[in-house]
């Protein structure tokens, strides 16, 4: 029998491997936390830089060892997690002897990083621009067997270890230098980094021409930047590694917005040169996110858009919403709306518009987009329902904007999984003549404890069949799939009508039905009530306050 095998893309650690054996000169970018190595692999770089003295300054403590071992370990799995592309650590000189050695590679390793770079010189170390001659070497001996160490630790045999010559930064000579790089390729290194303090390139020059191949070079050309890159080139060296600017150009930035800010009070002149909240956002993997939630579910409410009628002032309540329309009357301390803002929030559901209408400016509930229908008054339902089509999406939630329900009414709707799914009241509460939106089913509620297959077979005191109704539409449905596209030619086929203008959802829902679309029904018993008078608004504040029916 065969398999098919997906091509596995190379480890990290032998991507960086290929980098330093390319042949050719290559470059890797600093970055210091998983934000800036995910713009370093964006911008292009086949490979990550974690620098000491970055990562150090992002934690506001001082390249000399300060953050401990651990700390940059987990710094650095953030930045691994972040990113595809290899990563090298600053491993300064190892923290600590050949064994904190050894522990640090095989942690590295565990944690995705592709390779460690430890330089010669004494735990606690401190930057090699900072009194660099004072800084005694390591013993060349102790420094090999620190190597051999580490390769001998490492699992996977494309780990790197780039050993760090700092020679010249301690003032030696570039024979010395060249010395302690021979020892340290012969006790395993995978690669030799020549440092300089120097504005010149000169002595890192003389040490390239003087080396006899056996490892790649790597160079830092931090303080001989004016360098041309060619002559890295034509020098033989492999790896270029910018060290800092990643941090660097940060901290310019970070300076002069806060200051800014701090100086004008206002974020007016600020706000069009830095990066918008959405591509913060974006750097941090938002988008699969979505993507995962679709997928896996995890959130039921987060594809629905639900989107409240809002319009109307409310006959029969002429007193109390004089300025306001019905959605934004104070029931037990806050708007109607924002009751159902609250339920639908806790269902993750947050993409939210309403239709409004009637006092239109009056609407003001956090997290509520607002689309206004301008002819609310000679209009009905499902004008205003056309209004929020740009706010329609695969998966809808039309509901009356003067409903309070128990939270498990739309646990419930959102689980189904069928086109178009009405909620009704097998014993509705309301048992004044003639009853609103009176629904005839396919089959009376059971009430058994299992979700019975029922579907709708008419809304409305219209046309409606000679038999009693099974309950009463509560204003809530559903529209999944397709079931958006049969909506749209519901609506078309009352414009055609001409009832479109004056129509209401009953309308919707028995127009779908005549073109023998499955509109399916869930039952529930109560827990739930709209405010048409001002008899339902004391009920209302009863219910709000948790006392049912
Ligand atoms: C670092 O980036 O932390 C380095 C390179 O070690 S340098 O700062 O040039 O020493
Ligand atoms: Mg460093």
Known sequence: MTTTRMPKRPSKARALRQLLDSGQLEFIMEA?????????????????WASGLALSAAFGVRDSNEASWTQVLEAVEFMADATEVPILLDGDTGYGNFNNLRRLVTKLESRGVAGVCIEDK??????????????PLADV?????????????QADPDFCIVARVEALIAGW???????????????????????DKARSFDNIQRFAAAWDGSCPLVIVPT?????????????????????????????????????????????????????????IFRLQGDPELREAEKRYGGDAGAATHALVLAAARGEGLESVTEGRPKAMLEVAGKPLLRHLVDVFKQHGLHDITAVAGYRAETIDVAGVKIVENPAYETTGELASLNCARDHFGDDNLIIYGDLLFRRHVLTDLLETDHEITVVVDSQPRDTRAPAR??????????????AQSV????VGATDAPARPPEGRWIGIMRSRGIGRAWIAEALETLRGQGRFETAGVPDLLNTLLAAGRRVNVIYITGHWLDVNDLDDLRAAQAFAYGDHR
Not at 123 to 135: A, H, L, V
Not at 179 to 194: E, M, N, S, T
Not at 455 to 458: D, G, I, N, Q
């Open 141 to 153: 001996d102790e420094f090999c067997g620190k190597i051999r160490a580490g390769k001998d630790a």
């Open 173 to 195: 000579s570039v024979e010395e230098a060249l010395d302690r790089a021979k020892a340290y390729q012969a006790a395993g290194a995978d690669a030799v980094l020549i440092h």
């Open 437 to 450: 939106d009176p629904a005839w089913c396919s089959a009376a509620d059971d009430r058994s404890l299992f």
């Open 455 to 458: 579907t709708l077979e008419h």
């Open 223 to 279: 303080k001989y930047y004016s360098t041309p890159t060619d002559v890295f080139r034509k020098a033989g060296i492999s790896l270029v590694i910018w060290a800092n600017h990643t941090v660097r150009s940060a901290v310019t930035a970070m300076q002069r917005t806060v200051r800014e800010i701090r100086e004008t009070e206002t974020l007016t002149g600020v706000e069009d040169r830095i990066a918008p909240v959405s591509e």
């Open 32 to 48: 210091h936390n998983g934000l800036s190595a995910r713009i370093v692999e964006e911008a292009g770089f086949a490979g990550i």
């Open 122 to 135: 004494l735990f606690p170390k401190t930057n090699s621009f900072i009194d660099g001659e004072r800084q």
